[in-house]
């Protein structure tokens, strides 16, 4: 029964590693290779179009502006959502759903409303064309789904801990930072990787927002789907790589924390 099992999930783990060997080996066969007509069914690898796409293009610079958005948004996301979590879920006071349900709908909302009130105002503070604007964009149109997710593992601690800190004296600040935060972490991972892969899949505000200098891997693709060369496929599959190795390496690294977040809170009472 062991070994059924193990060969069935090295059957499904072949499976879902398919399509990224597959998006991999686009991005290191020649041009010819991918636009021929007839199937190759033993193609050649080289690393030529690399060199040449990053002799070309700011492939590096591209890589470095959207990791530099994506963690910057994620931690303004965790910085503000964390405690306004804490506030939604344990503090009482007039109008605490509305102002839930308000942060929450923020999230239904259509992003071209607010598209060109954002450029607007960015480029009032002259922030167009900066990393700092795009974290600042990723962390509004993400905090809804971080405080929320995060004030749903708050919501199931039982209050008795968070009493018996306070009758040792503990602040409320000191009971967010030592009792709570680590309670919730698998909640909190689980926001932090949701965010991140949202901040690295926008598209329309990062090309409203940003230009040619502070370009991150989502926009750059669109740089390889015209002009005299066509659609270079290897390097859109190089680019698109680059954008999801990352998050994918995350997500393996911390998959017991997610998992846990993803299935149950922190705490059952």
């Not at 610079?61 to 963690?71: E, G, Q, R, W």
């Not at 390097?235 to 846990?260: D, E, K």
Request: hydrophobic share 60%; aromatic share 12%; charged share 10%.
């Amino acid at each position: 029964m062991n070994a059924i099992r193990k060969l069935t999930l090295s059957l499904w783990a072949i499976i879902c590693a398919l399509p990224i060997i597959w998006f991999a080996s686009i991005a290191l066969r020649p041009h010819n290779e991918i636009i021929a007509p007839q199937p190759i069914y033993f193609p050649t690898f080289t690393t030529e179009t690399w060199a040449k796409i990053f002799a070309e293009w700011p492939i590096m610079n591209y890589f470095k502006n959207s990791l530099l958005a994506v963690s910057g948004s994620v931690f303004i996301c965790l910085l503000l959502g964390i405690p306004a979590a804490y506030a939604l879920a344990r503090y009482k006071f007039k109008g605490r759903e509305d102002i839930g349900f308000y942060i929450l709908s923020t999230k239904m909302m259509a992003p071209a409303a607010v598209a060109i009130p954002m450029f607007v105002l960015f480029g009032h503070f002259h922030l167009l064309d900066t990393v700092w604007a795009l974290m600042l964009a990723y962390a509004a149109m993400n905090m809804s789904i971080v405080v929320w997710i995060i004030r749903s593992y708050m919501m199931e601690i039982p209050h008795e801990i968070e009493d018996a800190a306070r009758t040792d004296g503990a602040s409320d600040l000191r009971i967010l930072w030592s009792i709570i935060i680590p309670m919730c972490m698998p909640g909190i991972i689980t926001a932090a990787v949701i965010a991140a892969i949202f901040a690295m899949n926008e598209y329309l505000f990062t090309l409203i927002i940003a230009s040619q200098h502070a370009y991150p891997l989502s926009v750059a693709l669109a740089n390889f789907s015209g002009g005299s060369d066509g659609i270079i496929y290897n390097a859109i599959a190089l680019v698109a790589f680059m954008a999801f190795f990352p998050v994918l390496l995350l997500v393996i690294l911390i998959q017991n924390h997610l998992s846990r977040g993803l299935t149950m809170g922190a705490v059952k009472g």
